[in-house]
C-alpha cells in the first residue's frame, strides 16, 4: 500500500520493497492524535530496514572519503586548479549531506530501540498480573 505522493516518490527512489513485504506501510493508521502503534515482529523488522540503510550510508561515507583522496590536478594550469576546486566544494558538499543522513538516522533508530524496549517492559508488566505463581 503506498500512500499518496510521498509513498510513491519513495517508491520510485528505493524500489517497492523498501516498505517491507508487497510494499506493506508498518504502523497503525489514521493518525490517531500522535498515537503509533506496532507489534514487536513489526518494530524489530523496521529497526532491521533502518539500520541496513544505515550500513548503506556509512558505506556511501566510506566511498565519499576515498574518492576525496584520489582528486588530483590534471595540470598546474588555473582551469585545472579550478576543476579541482569546483570538485571538492561539490564533494564537501555531498559529504556534509551524507554526515547529516548518518547522524538523523542514527538516532532514528536510537529511538526505535528505545520505543522496543518500553515497549517489551510494557508488554512485560500487563502480563504480570495474568501469571501464575
Not at 60 to 71: A, M, P
Amino acid at each position: 500500500m503506498i500512500i499518496g505522493e510521498a509513498g510513491q516518490a519513495v517508491q520510485a527512489v528505493w524500489g517497492g520493497d523498501i516498505l517491507g513485504e508487497g510494499g506493506r506501510v508498518y504502523g497503525g493508521g489514521g493518525g490517531g492524535g500522535g498515537r503509533f502503534e506496532m507489534d514487536p515482529e513489526e518494530l524489530a523488522s523496521v529497526i532491521g530496514q533502518w539500520e541496513a540503510e544505515l550500513d548503506k550510508i556509512a558505506d556511501d561515507r566510506d566511498k565519499i572519503n576515498y574518492i576525496i583522496g584520489l582528486i588530483t590536478s590534471p595540470g598546474k594550469d588555473q582551469v585545472s586548479s579550478g576543476y579541482v576546486s569546483t570538485t571538492m566544494d561539490s564533494l564537501a558538499a555531498l559529504q556534509t549531506q551524507n554526515d547529516s543522513m548518518l547522524k538523523y538516522v542514527q538516532g532514528y533508530v536510537k529511538k526505535l530501540k528505545e520505543a522496543q524496549t518500553k515497549t517489551v517492559a510494557t508488554d512485560h508488566g500487563l502480563a504480570d498480573p495474568f501469571r501464575t505463581v
